[in-house]
């Protein structure tokens, strides 16, 4: 879930920073009840001002996050055009990744600036985007002085600011947050470091972030993603094209950026290597037949898809937490409606750790049973204890994450083992699949 969290933004035309300007804050977001020792996350937030010939500038930035979840590489770092009153577009701003028992919420860190019309003073109140803005103060933060600025809406207090008195910067801010089922959390962010690089260090360093932004590009990646697949030619792109990129990245926190990428480049090869293994174990041999049992305690017949192609999808299929893309089974199911007419079985298999003890089971089920329900699906979702995946090859002992889909021949063969979503495509849906289905339709007597 995303949380809209838009900040205004603030200069004072007289003294703007300098290009080169480097800013650190530190931050928290901690929920308003519950133990902090559980639900707060810290996080860091690094950025560099470059200033051009145009009015504006352009902030890059890192984010390094710490408790409750956090993106990968890809997500840690980004680029940022403001306008001369320091806005910019709200979908790149940096986002901290919250995981909570419920779900997972993307949220929004708002731009460490802020932007006035005329110079604030004592005393001073104003609307801007529908919220009333008032100077209560002085405050100091980092060695700095600020006007402490509180913000309020229609329902209340909202945030309260530390606005620099000789710059635009924003040198502290706090803000509440509601994610959830309207669940109170407490944003804050705080200057903790400021320098100047030199006109030479501060090219390096923008060499380095356009040159992992380059790769980033070449990858396909979409801003905020969760799930990022790595196809073969994804991960012969990394493997080809991250080690001049790394060697441009100077400086943390780029340098443990590019690290990162690193680890993770040998990561995913190692687990390609270890998913071909498995998926040629498999792909070609006749299809076990392990116990599994449908929703109403009966046990699975495999006499129902003798002669049809099956289409297994290997999921949690439960209804908490319950986050997009869903393993994708609303795809999986429009597969199954338009093939509704032909010699297909799709076959939902729900793998969840409380199946495999008698004492949880039922909740297991209970789990499955309303999330077939909420997704409104037309096709079966069967129990599995554990026998059944590990039987088709669990692609988790390589560290990959479910779904898994298996597709049987009408002979009985596995022709097909995917690991992970697949490309979307807006006119067929799962288009790789359905083209494996067709193929394995052609087979039939």
Same mark, same amino acid.
């Given at each position: ?230 196809? *073969?030619? @994804?991960? #012969?792109?990394?493997? +080809?094209? =991250?080690?001049?990129?790394?060697? &441009?990245? $100077? !400086? ?12 993770? *480049?040998? @990561?995913? #090869?190692?687990?390609? +290597?270890? =998913?071909?293994?498995?998926?040629? &174990?498999? $792909? !070609? ?8 049992t449908e929703l109403d305690g009966a046990k699975f017949d495999w006499k129902q898809v003798a002669g049809r192609v099956t289409v297994l999808h290997f999921w949690t299929y439960r209804d908490s937490p319950l986050e997009e893309p869903y393993g994708q089974v609303a795809y999986v199911d429009f597969l199954r409606r338009q093939r509704e007419k032909d010699k297909v079985t799709v076959l939902g298999v729900a793998v969840n750790e409380l199946l495999e003890d008698p004492a949880s089971f039922r909740r297991g089920a209970q789990s499955a049973k309303k999330l077939r329900t909420f997704m409104n ?69």
């Amino acid at each position: 879930m995303q949380v809209a969290l838009l900040v205004a933004l603030t200069t004072l035309p007289a003294a703007p920073l300098e290009s080169g300007t480097e800013l650190e804050f530190q931050g928290r977001f901690v929920a308003e009840k519950g133990d902090p020792a559980v639900t707060q996350k810290d996080f860091r937030l690094s950025c560099l001002v470059v200033r051009g010939s145009q009015p504006g500038a352009t902030i890059y930035w890192t984010l390094g996050e710490q408790g409750r979840g956090q993106w990968s590489w890809l997500d840690r770092f980004g680029k940022l055009d403001v306008n001369p009153k320091w806005r910019a577009d709200s979908s790149l701003l940096p986002a901290l990744l919250y995981q909570r028992p419920a779900g997972t919420s993307i949220v929004p860190v708002m731009l460490p600036f802020f932007a006035a019309d005329e110079p604030l003073r004592s005393d001073a109140s104003w609307v801007q985007d529908r919220l009333d803005y008032r100077v209560t103060g002085d405050a100091r933060v980092a060695g700095r002085t600020g006007w402490h600025v509180d913000v309020r809406n229609a329902y209340g207090h909202q945030r309260t600011l530390v606005i620099d008195k000789e710059s635009p910067l924003l040198l502290a801010a706090t803000s509440t947050v509601f994610i959830g089922q309207g669940e109170e959390h407490e944003l804050s962010l705080q200057l903790v470091r400021r320098g100047q690089l030199s006109a030479e260090k501060s090219a390096a360093v923008q060499r380095g972030f356009e040159a992992l932004l380059t790769l980033r590009g070449q990858l396909e990646h979409e801003p905020r993603t969760r799930e990022f697949q790595w196809t *073969a030619e @994804r991960l #012969a792109t990394l493997r +080809g094209k =991250l080690p001049k990129a790394a060697e &441009q990245a $100077v !400086g943390e926190p780029l340098l443990t950026i590019a690290q990162a990428a690193r680890e993770d *480049a040998r @990561r995913q #090869a190692n687990r390609s +290597g270890a =998913l071909k293994a498995v998926r040629k &174990q498999v $792909v !070609g041999q006749l299809a076990p037949k392990p116990p599994l049992t449908e929703l109403d305690g009966a046990k699975f017949d495999w006499k129902q898809v003798a002669g049809r192609v099956t289409v297994l999808h290997f999921w949690t299929y439960r209804d908490s937490p319950l986050e997009e893309p869903y393993g994708q089974v609303a795809y999986v199911d429009f597969l199954r409606r338009q093939r509704e007419k032909d010699k297909v079985t799709v076959l939902g298999v729900a793998v969840n750790e409380l199946l495999e003890d008698p004492a949880s089971f039922r909740r297991g089920a209970q789990s499955a049973k309303k999330l077939r329900t909420f997704m409104n699906l037309s096709y079966p979702v069967l129990l599995d204890s554990g026998a059944a995946i590990q039987a088709f090859g669990d692609p988790r002992i390589t560290g990959a994450k479910l779904p898994l889909v298996v597709v049987i021949d009408p002979q009985g063969k596995v022709v097909h083992y995917h690991v992970g979503l697949y490309k979307f495509d807006r006119d067929r849906g799962l288009a790789e699949l359905d083209d494996v289905v067709t193929q394995a339709l052609k087979t039939a007597p």
